[in-house]
């Protein structure tokens, strides 16, 4: 047998592992709503390849590949044990009994592990939360595709309706053409499942979810009880209201709270989640995420300036374009924007750095922003340039960052890759808030830039819908539990 006949041999069995893995996954997540992560990435719904790839790719975190043939005996015992809702980590379950010398099976090490989601600890589940949308552009798509992809047992977010413009002029074929802005995305690929339309009942049905689609052009024409939705969380990813008032007329009734995916003005509080989510008070009923670029900055600088402390900071982003510009050159009330956006670079303003004071107020140090736009459609960088408290090293700092993106309360929001040859695209569908460039980092003294990937579409998505998690009380545990 030749090398390479052992090398294929060796790949066909690790599909036949990863083959077993995928049921048993499943099954956690349907019945127990137990999401099943590898290194703070799902597994939920993955193939045969992308769970084999993930687990490839620990090994420019971990500096070696993971092998299914170690995780598979940590799924299997978690199997076994009598589980609430929660999210558990086989990678980090592999990792860490690596490193115990306690003798302890993996079953025993298992069970120890995630007792706080088990028996009389564990979390009964809950009621699913309703959820509204209001608009449906690139990021209340987006967020559409992840609501239905986590309704998982059905008891967590479930998408209840979406409002639109229209009311009472809408073209007939105008349903038709929303699921399929849903069904197919240029950049985002197809729709995982399959949608259906009723128009004369005005749903459309997405992997089994039955959405409404409501026609209204203004919050006011809306009664969402006269649809049998309560307590929903609405979304409003139209832009068009960003203070107190404006998004309290959302607050109709069958409505309890607003989320807006812009960044919030006045007393709105702007939150990150990763970094400031659990400063929300249980009342409030107004919240704001931000923007994809704060989402990107401040979980890499508060870790920044965690550990080396921050005296100053210049950010300067450059950032896909966007909806917001024109095509080609026409009138645009600001002074650029208006210039073609797939032909040129556009020098614009970004709120970003001054946004930062509001997620991380505990900060003093004074940060600077600004902005490029660029001809690409998704995916952006924002370049941190940071004065540090103390001096240290590149060696010192990719450590540190790699060791966050791991281990840290910020895993899901920090990314970290060492792959020399990365480049924007390579980034459309990630799921952390920023991804740490290894390669492209310099650090010399208290010096430090970081560049910074992130997937400004689907990324800042995913961030959107941990905070809606949060507010709604289906944040479950992380298991094991990240250090502090």
Same mark, same amino acid.
């Given at each position: 047998?030749?090398?390479?006949?052992?090398s294929?041999?060796?790949?066909?069995?690790?599909?036949?592992?990863?083959?077993?893995? !995928?049921?048993?996954? *499943?099954?956690?997540? /349907?019945?127990? #709503?137990?999401? &099943?992560?590898?290194? %703070?990435?799902?597994?939920?719904?993955?193939?045969?390849?992308?769970?084999?790839?993930?687990?490839?790719?620990?090994?420019?975190?971990?500096?070696?590949?993971?092998?299914?043939?170690?995780?598979?005996?940590?799924?299997?015992?978690?199997?076994?044990?009598?589980?609430?809702?929660?999210?558990?980590?086989?990678?980090?379950?592999?990792?860490?009994?690596?490193?115990?010398?306690?003798?302890?099976?993996?079953?025993?090490?298992?069970?120890?592990?995630?007792?706080?989601?088990?028996?009389?600890?564990?979390?009964?589940?809950?009621?699913?939360?309703?959820?509204?949308?209001?608009?449906?552009?690139?990021?209340?798509?987006?967020?559409?595709?992840?609501?239905?992809?986590?309704?998982?047992?059905?008891?967590?977010?479930?998408?209840?309706? !979406?409002?639109?413009? *229209?009311?009472?002029? /809408?073209?007939? #074929?105008?349903? &038709?053409?929303?699921? %399929?802005?849903?069904?197919?995305?240029?950049?985002?690929?197809?729709?995982?499942?399959?949608?259906?339309?009723?128009?004369?009942?005005?749903?459309?049905?997405?992997?089994?979810?039955e959405?409404?689609?409501?026609?209204?052009?203004?919050?006011?024409?809306?009664?969402?009880?006269?649809?049998?939705i309560?307590?929903?969380?609405?979304?409003?990813?139209t832009?068009?209201?960003?203070?107190?008032?404006?998004?309290?007329?959302?607050?109709?009734?069958?409505?309890?709270?607003?989320?807006?995916?812009?960044?919030?003005?006045?007393?709105?509080p702007?939150?990150?989640?990763?970094?400031?989510?659990?400063?929300?008070?249980?009342?409030?009923?107004?919240?704001?995420?931000?923007?994809c670029?704060?989402?990107?900055?401040?979980?890499?600088?508060?870790?920044?300036?965690?550990?080396?402390?921050?005296?100053?900071?210049?950010?300067?982003?450059?950032? %896909?374009?966007?909806?917001?510009?024109?095509?080609?050159?026409?009138?645009?009330?600001?002074?650029?924007?208006?210039?073609?956006?797939?032909?040129?670079?556009?020098?614009?303003?970004?709120?970003?750095?001054s946004?930062?004071?509001?997620?991380?107020?505990?900060?003093?140090?004074?940060i600077?922003?600004?902005?490029?736009?660029?001809?690409?459609?998704d995916?952006?960088?924002?370049?941190?340039?940071?004065?540090?408290?103390?001096?240290?090293?590149?060696?010192?700092?990719?450590?540190h960052?790699?060791?966050?993106?791991?281990?840290?309360?910020?895993?899901?929001?920090?990314?970290?890759?060492?792959?020399?040859?990365?480049?924007?695209?390579?980034?459309?569908?990630?799921?952390?808030?920023?991804?740490?460039?290894?390669?492209?980092?310099?650090?010399?003294?208290?010096?430090?830039?970081?560049?910074?990937?992130?997937?400004?579409?689907?990324?800042?998505?995913?961030?959107?819908?941990?905070?809606?998690?949060?507010?709604?009380?289906v944040?479950?545990?992380?298991?094991?539990?990240?250090?502090?």
């Amino acid at each position: 047998m030749t090398v390479n006949d052992d090398s294929f041999t060796n790949w066909k069995h690790r599909e036949e592992i990863a083959e077993s893995m !995928i049921p048993l996954i *499943g099954k956690l997540h /349907r019945e127990r #709503d137990v999401t &099943v992560l590898l290194h %703070s990435r799902s597994l939920v719904n993955k193939s045969v390849v992308s769970l084999l790839k993930t687990h490839r790719f620990v090994r420019q975190i971990a500096g070696e590949e993971l092998s299914v043939t170690e995780t598979l005996p940590f799924l299997q015992a978690l199997t076994t044990l009598d589980l609430g809702p929660s999210q558990i980590d086989i990678g980090r379950l592999a990792e860490e009994y690596r490193a115990d010398n306690r003798g302890l099976s993996v079953e025993q090490f298992t069970a120890e592990a995630v007792a706080g989601a088990t028996g009389a600890n564990k979390i009964e589940c809950r009621e699913g939360r309703d959820v509204v949308l209001y608009g449906f552009g690139r990021i209340g798509r987006l967020v559409a595709r992840l609501l239905i992809e986590k309704s998982g047992s059905g008891n967590g977010l479930r998408l209840r309706a !979406i409002v639109v413009r *229209g009311g009472g002029g /809408r073209a007939a #074929d105008d349903l &038709v053409k929303r699921a %399929s802005l849903l069904r197919r995305d240029s950049i985002h690929g197809q729709f995982q499942g399959t949608i259906t339309v009723d128009e004369a009942n005005s749903t459309i049905t997405a992997n089994g979810n039955e959405i409404k689609v409501i026609y209204a052009n203004d919050p006011s024409e809306v009664d969402y009880t006269a649809y049998g939705i309560k307590d929903a969380i609405l979304i409003d990813n139209t832009g068009k209201w960003r203070d107190r008032e404006g998004l309290s007329q959302h607050l109709r009734p069958g409505v309890d709270k607003v989320v807006l995916t812009a960044p919030g003005k006045g007393d709105v509080p702007n939150i990150v989640h990763g970094v400031n989510h659990d400063s929300l008070k249980p009342d409030e009923q107004i919240i704001s995420c931000a923007s994809c670029t704060t989402n990107a900055i401040v979980p890499p600088l508060k870790a920044m300036d965690d550990e080396y402390g921050v005296l100053r900071g210049h950010v300067e982003t450059v950032h %896909s374009f966007t909806n917001d510009q024109n095509l080609l050159d026409n009138y645009h009330k600001a002074d650029r924007r208006g210039r073609s956006a797939p032909l040129n670079m556009v020098i614009t303003e970004t709120g970003a750095a001054s946004a930062v004071s509001k997620a991380l107020p505990d900060l003093k140090a004074h940060i600077t922003g600004s902005s490029i736009r660029v001809p690409v459609p998704d995916v952006s960088i924002a370049i941190l340039n940071l004065q540090l408290a103390r001096e240290t090293t590149r060696e010192e700092v990719l450590d540190h960052l790699r060791e966050v993106s791991l281990t840290s309360p910020l895993r899901r929001q920090i990314d970290f890759i060492s792959t020399p040859d990365a480049v924007s695209s390579d980034f459309i569908g990630s799921r952390h808030a920023s991804i740490v460039d290894a390669g492209a980092t310099k650090v010399e003294g208290d010096n430090a830039i970081l560049y910074l990937w992130y997937d400004n579409e689907f990324g800042y998505s995913c961030q959107v819908i941990r905070v809606v998690q949060h507010v709604s009380g289906v944040e479950y545990p992380t298991y094991p539990a990240p250090a502090v």
